[in-house]
Every structure is written in structure tokens, then in C-alpha cells.
């Protein structure tokens, strides 16, 4: 099992930019996806974004289009979350997650291995 770790999380005001990373602990070998999901406290965990296993596909939440962008460096095993223009509701715990599939999905299910997860807080 691999595990993933996150990082870059935060405080940042409103209107500002946090990047966070997802390495694996051990190089991957195959064709996989990567998501990432968050969760705010009393909600459910969403799906933020995913990007294919060579990352020339992505796929956002209406929510983040446009100020989000995931992006993928296979040789390092480490997928990132840029995330600009934050506002308030972006804050929540950010986790990082791999799917051995080719295909993009938002349900949390369908992702077997999860990083432990990381703040982001937006204070307006």
C-alpha cells in the first residue's frame, strides 16, 4: 500500500494563494489517477479535482474552476493543488488521493489510497 503525504497547507486571507503537494513514499509504477478532496467541518468530504495518469486531463468541481489547477510530476510521484483567488468557504481539510484507473471520478470511493490530509484555512 502507498502512502501519501500532504503538504502546504495554511492560514491565508481571502483573495490569496496556497499550493499543496502529494508525494508517495515509494515510486508508483502504473497508470493511476490522482484526486484531491476536502472536507469542512459537518460536511461531507467533496471532490475537488482529479488529473489523469499523464496529466493532460483534468476534471474540477464547478466549484474551483478557474482558481484551482492540479498538476502532476511522475518522475517525482507528487501531484500539486494550486489553489488562488481562496475565499472563506474554500477552507477545510485537503486530502490528496490515488485511483488505479485511467478515468477520473468524483465519489471518494472509488479512490483506494488517501493521504493523511492538511489544513486550509481562508480568514476573510
Known amino acids: 500500500q502507498v502512502q501519501l503525504v500532504e503538504s502546504g497547507g495554511g492560514l491565508v486571507q481571502a483573495g490569496g494563494s496556497l499550493r499543496l503537494s502529494c508525494t508517495a513514499s515509494?515510486?508508483?509504477?502504473?497508470?493511476?489517477?490522482m484526486g484531491w478532496f476536502r472536507q469542512a467541518p459537518g460536511k461531507e468530504r467533496e471532490f475537488v479535482g482529479g488529473?489523469?495518469?499523464?496529466?493532460?486531463?483534468?476534471l474540477y468541481a464547478d466549484s474551483v474552476k478557474g482558481r484551482f489547477t492540479i498538476s502532476r510530476d511522475n518522475a517525482q510521484d507528487t501531484v500539486y493543488l494550486l489553489m488562488n483567488s481562496l475565499k472563506p468557504e474554500d477552507t477545510a481539510v485537503y486530502y490528496c488521493?490515488?485511483?488505479?484507473?485511467?478515468?477520473?471520478?468524483?465519489?471518494?470511493?472509488?479512490?483506494?489510497?488517501w493521504g493523511q490530509g492538511t489544513q486550509v484555512t481562508v480568514s476573510s
Open positions: 488529473v489523469g495518469p499523464d496529466g493532460g486531463r483534468t
Open positions: 488521493a490515488l485511483r488505479w484507473s485511467i478515468i477520473i471520478l468524483r465519489t471518494p470511493e472509488q479512490y483506494g489510497s
Open positions: 515509494r515510486h508508483i509504477f502504473g497508470s493511476y489517477v
